[in-house]
């Protein structure tokens, strides 16, 4: 049984850094992708960042190239968000994700996600 529990969110000023990570338990699939999604209220979950299971490959949303850094550290099962120069426009709530059982062709889809967080609540303001 996966679980993804997410933990890091929290309310900064527009410039500002935070750091999300997603603890995986049970995920041992080395052929799938993990990602970051975020959702604001009245608009869909969108794809920000995603980073692949076996060859480590990343993708990312072009709103957040240059600003956000996904990394993996798989002797902890932990999911990391670099979230730094956060705009307004990044406010959410933060989902992480996994997929098992194969490539992720469109890895920022949320259709490709087999397993989902409890998500995380990040709030920019100016």
């Known amino acids: 049984q996966v679980q993804l529990v997410e933990s890091g969110g929290g309310s900064v000023q527009v410039g500002g850094s935070l750091r999300l990570s997603c603890v995986a338990s049970?995920?041992?699939?080395?052929?799938?992708?993990m990602g970051w999604f975020r959702q604001a209220p009245g608009k869909e979950r969108e794809g920000v960042a995603s980073?692949?299971?076996?060859?480590?490959?990343?993708s990312y949303a072009d709103s957040v190239k240059g600003r956000f850094t996904i990394s993996k550290d798989n002797a902890k099962n932990t999911l990391y968000l670099q979230m730094n120069s956060l705009k307004p426009g990044d406010t959410a709530m933060y989902y992480c994700g996994a997929r098992s059982g194969g490539t992720c062709y469109w890895p920022l889809r949320v259709y490709q996600y087999d397993y989902w967080g409890q998500g995380t609540q990040v709030t920019v303001s100016s």
């Open positions: 980073i692949d299971t076996d060859d480590g490959s990343q």
């Open positions: 049970g995920y041992t699939d080395r052929r799938g992708c």
